[in-house]
């Protein structure tokens, strides 16, 4: 079965800071992997998503995720965060056969003007 | 365009009790999914529909959990009945087209309380 392991559960920075968000995921195929992002009050929405190609991948408002298929993880960052970037973060892996989508548990991070 | 539409935002019942929530996609979306996010928790896929049709319930626990798509369009999920671990937030997410490898858009979510 899959899994998806988000090890930082609150992650507080001050702004312009740089970030780093872990997430490790165990699946014996091959995987798609996505950041949701649901900031305070608002729905989850997609932040980014890799399927194959560049392993560095790029998504809104400045975040990017690099894929390191040795290491089986699949870390969201962001050179120099603002305090508009507070919310939830959640790590989630799909099959490839598209029938199968894990979440992590998520990372609240809180950035401090 | 309008985003996906969940009610009741929020439900507090008793257990044992009976509970149903409505989801309406967005329009034109063929694929309609929900998740139960339990309190600490990475939301947990239920159901996949396409169209009107399951396209994948392996999480589902079917004594008690049933979920509908008739139309192919609105969808409701059902408790019956129901137990102190459902207490959750239920959400409902919508995709243009099929698989869950396209970008999902979700509701704001149902929070069920059970006393």
């Known amino acids: 079965a899959q899994s998806v392991s988000q090890h930082n559960h609150h992650v507080i920075l001050s702004e312009a800071a740089s970030l780093e968000l872990g997430c490790n995921y165990s699946y014996g195929g091959t995987v798609n992997l996505f950041w949701y992002v649901q900031y305070p009050g608002q729905h989850l929405q997609l932040l980014l998503k890799?399927?194959?190609?560049?392993?560095l991948v790029k998504g809104i408002k400045g975040f990017e995720a690099e894929f390191i298929k040795s290491k089986f993880s699949f870390n969201l960052r962001k050179p120099s965060v603002q305090w508009s970037d507070t919310a939830e973060y959640f790590c989630?892996?799909?099959?490839?056969?598209?029938?199968?989508?894990?979440f992590g548990t998520g990372t609240s991070l809180t950035v401090i003007p | 365009e309008a985003g996906v539409a969940q009610s009741p935002r929020y439900k507090i019942i008793e257990k044992r009790q009976s509970v149903a929530f409505w989801c309406n996609p967005i329009?034109?979306?063929?694929?309609l999914y929900w998740y139960q996010q339990i309190l600490g928790q990475g939301p947990k896929l239920l159901i996949q529909?396409?169209?009107?049709?399951?396209?994948?319930d392996s999480q589902l626990p079917k004594d008690r959990f049933s979920a509908e798509r008739l139309k192919g369009v609105d969808s409701t999920l059902k408790i019956q009945p129901a137990k102190l671990e459902d207490s959750a937030v239920y959400l409902c997410a919508s995709s243009r087209t099929g698989g869950l490898l396209q970008p999902q858009h979700f509701g704001d979510g149902t929070r069920l309380s059970i006393l």
């Open positions: 529909f396409q169209n009107n049709g399951v396209v994948d």
């Open positions: 890799y399927f194959s190609g560049d392993p």
């Open positions: 329009s034109g979306h063929a694929t």
């Open positions: 989630a892996v799909g099959s490839n056969t598209g029938n199968q989508f894990y």
